[in-house]
């Protein structure tokens, strides 16, 4: 549960065999939860061979990811490389149209393989539930003082660890993040 998004993860793998233990595991859900603005079907899979994704290009930025349509459903192609060598993961991530109901493909490679869970596709799913419960997910650092969120928004360099890293200081200071904060508009105004 991030973000009061539900992910419910099926895999015959468990969390440390997907890798995703320590980063996901202080997020896992304990117990009846209460009720989310999103509850998202996610079922992991291995294949054997690389992933495909179906139909036709709709969105490439040219980084880590691209955006396949096949009728309703939309296929990510998602693609890790390490400096100089090979692809070091790769997977399919398919989505219906309301993003709640998705299965991420994979092919394990390697001793220290981890789940794309663990880095592009979990983020990707997330965001993308975020922006289906009226937010957005943005690159800044952000902090609670004192129940009062304070984000900071600025290109890479700008000073947003700094920020937050002076106000940590402070009493009644919880730093959230220092990479991404999600923002959701709510009765009671902005929520991070």
Known sequence: RIANVLIELTSP???????IEGRLG????????????????????ESESSSTPCGYLIYDPGSIWKMYREGPDCYAALTYHSEGRAAQAQGVL??????DDLTLTER??????????????????????????????????GL????????????AGAGKST??????????????????????????????
């Not at 398919?94 to 993003?99: E, P, V, Y």
């Open 13 to 19: 793998l468990s969390p440390a065999e997907l890798g």
């Open 26 to 45: 202080p997020f896992r859900a304990a117990g009846a939860p209460e009720k989310p603005l999103a509850r998202v079907a996610l079922r992991w899979e």
């Open 94 to 99: 398919r989505a219906n149209s309301a993003w």
């Open 108 to 141: 394990r490679t390697g001793a220290a393989w981890q789940s794309l869970l663990n880095i592009g596709a979990g983020e990707l799913i997330l965001r993308t539930a975020i922006l289906f419960t009226s937010g957005l997910v943005f690159h800044s650092s």
């Open 144 to 155: 609670d003082d004192n129940g009062k969120g304070i984000v900071f928004i600025g290109h």
């Open 163 to 192: 920020q937050v890293g002076l106000w940590s200081q402070e009493p009644g200071v919880i730093v959230m993040n220092d990479d991404r904060i999600a923002v959701r508009v709510e009765a009671r105004g902005p929520m991070c």
